[in-house]
């Protein structure tokens, strides 16, 4: 299998703040020193793009000592935390912007959709803009003529292809962009975080087409998405980029395993600082899993009770509060929000206790969600790397349970079995 | 094993000054044209009187001219009659340049959006510029046209006239086409850094044309001021626009100070621009994403 993209001690690096009266200097400077042989002086070695940090020089690493290799017919997931680098590999991938040091080769041509819709303009119709996206993304005019009915086709706006697309509802914008981006006809297509665009419907379709694509018309396929679910259906190889580096560089499941369990470092209770908070309402204070026996447990065994303790200060009077938890799964799906009914709270400290004794979810990390809100507004919304882990031991299940993720949920139906007479 | 490396693109940080990729630019001949037509387009749908505006413009500053520079000023016309086919000419000509110039400066800035998603060989938009420009241009020499015919007949002024040098009007136009497009280019090469060149542009655009024989004939220049201001009339006469201009007048109206040498000077330091222009931006296009 030859190779289509090769990627060779690929860095990129930006230029952090404002480019003002400073920079005519700098670029004396630097070009200076570039003409003597010597490095340039602005770019330090080891900063990593990590955007809790303020480093010290003002340049920033996006992308460091990238080396990988891409298979043609490949589909590569490429995941990792906002900030990673995926959008800046792109980009470069893409030609917009070049690369600091480093090379990429290619072979076959590079398509590229980074955004949908690109160059649009609102005052010609539907049809003309389909000419200029098309021509924009690469395409010759002859070969959009060709595929022209099986854009308007798959984009379901037929009807209004003569009419100014600043008419258009968002929905069929995003339609009309994605119909023509569909329908690029290169070796290695490059698509990123687009698919999240129109209704369930159209995702679907989307998605169905990038099936299509990448398996059937064996093209090279470059992915970037948040939604796990998609990119495990459509990849069979995946890139996780963590600051800029590559931490995984292979199948996707791998790829998927290792992002998801970052950071599982067996926390049980999180505690939340009480002095940031002072002014709210109310807010949670402190969440532990445990047991029913009040233990701290960070992977809660298959079939064992569990609950959620939450702890929570009001600082004023309320009246009809709810208190929420949600649980949300590794592939982003949510799995059941909980909620007690509107209560009224007077001020003080507080524990809602949300217990399962009898749903028994399959292994794996769960999210979790606390919320706290009045009358339908939210008090505080609680989102911050807390979660639920239960493990691949059994417990107590009286063999109904044999495998630990086989499935959402592991509880078994009642069920009879009656001989017919 | 890897066999044979035959790759159809390598990217690196430095890229030769030289490299400006034609064959990449001709595949993309179908997106220039329809970023043409587009702003043509979008144009004539956004405005009322629509290309009626292509009209208005040099009209109404035809006749502030004749009043303020010929009726006024009492500017000397180079020898015909009906000043305001002077200035018309002039000002047809001077219009297609400055418009080159100004629109080329702000084409990064304008579609950075565009520019930071796709790729495409960045030259295709100022050249899709420098055309469009073009189809302007051409509406208002007909209008140019249509006012020699108005004053050669209807008025009977018969001090200007057709000659030879006529034909060299696609020069003309060629070299206009090349020096705007490409001092456009150095200058949006420069204010993807340095903002403010944006404002200097449209002032310097201004000045430019004083300092160009638009409004007054060289011949005048050289006689009021020959003598004791030599260097005024140098200055003129160095500007690579006087000779188009110059060559312009004398091919329409046969009047005009006209020289090949002055001519092969000023197509010499076109291409010069051209080329400083082609390698500023090339320079800066791979860059530019990250500064602007």
Known sequence: MSVAIKVENLSKAYQLGEFGTGTVSRDIERWFARVRGKDDPFLKIGETNDRAVKGGSDVVWSLKDINLEIKQGDAVGIIGRNGAGKSTFLKILSRVTAPTTGSVKARGRIASLLEVGTGFHPELTGKENIYLNGAILGMRKKEIDRKMDQIVDFSGVERYLDTPVKRYSSGMYVRLAFAVAAHLDSEILIVDEVLAVGDAEFQAKCLGKMKDVSSTQGRTVLFVSHNMAAIQKLCNSGLLLNKGQIVVDGPIRKALDVYMNDGGRGSAEYLFDADKLQSDLAFVTRVRVEDLEGRLLSEIPIGRPWRVRMSIRVNEAIRGMVVGLGMINNLEVPVRTSWNLPRDFQPGNYTVTFEEQHVVFSSGRYRLLAGLSVKGQSIQYLDDNMFVSFSDVIENMNGSVVKSDNGVILNQMKMFVEEDI | ?292
């Open chain 2, 1 to 292: 094993m890897e066999g044979s490396e035959s790759w159809d693109l390598i990217l690196t940080p430095q890229r030769s000054f030289f490299d400006i990729n034609l064959k990449d630019i001709w595949r993309y001949r179908d997106l220039l044209w329809l970023f043409v037509r587009r702003d043509f387009v979008s144009f004539y749908k956004q405005t009322i009187l629509g290309p009626l505006w292509f009209f208005i413009q040099p009209l109404f500053t035809t006749v502030i001219y004749t009043f303020v520079f010929g009726g006024l000023a009492s500017i000397p016309t180079d020898g015909i009659k009906s000043p305001a086919v002077f200035y018309m000419a002039g000002i047809t000509l001077w219009n297609y340049f400055a418009d080159c110039i100004t629109k080329t400066s702000t084409v990064f800035k304008d579609n950075t959006n565009i520019f930071g998603k796709v790729y495409f060989p960045r030259i295709v938009m100022p050249l899709s510029l420098i055309v469009s420009n073009l189809i302007r241009f051409g509406v208002q020499m007909l209008l140019f046209l249509v006012t020699m015919g108005f004053f050669y007949w209807i008025r009977g002024d018969h001090s200007f006239y057709f000659t030879a040098y006529v034909l060299l009007f696609p020069l003309v136009v060629l070299l206009m086409a090349l020096q705007g497009l490409g001092l456009g280019m150095i200058v949006s090469a420069m204010t993807t850094r340095y903002r403010d060149l944006a404002f200097l542009v449209l002032f310097g655009v201004q000045l430019l044309m004083y300092a160009t024989t638009v409004i007054y004939p060289l011949s005048s220049i050289i006689q009021k001021f020959g003598g004791k201001h030599v260097w005024l009339v140098r200055t003129i006469e160095y500007n690579p626009m006087t000779a188009v201009i110059e060559t312009f007048r004398i091919g329409f109206l046969g009047h005009g100070t006209f020289s090949w040498g002055m001519l092969a000077y000023s197509t010499t330091v076109t291409f010069i621009i051209l080329i400083l222009g082609v390698l500023t931006f090339n320079k800066v296009e791979r860059s530019f994403v990250d500064t602007i």
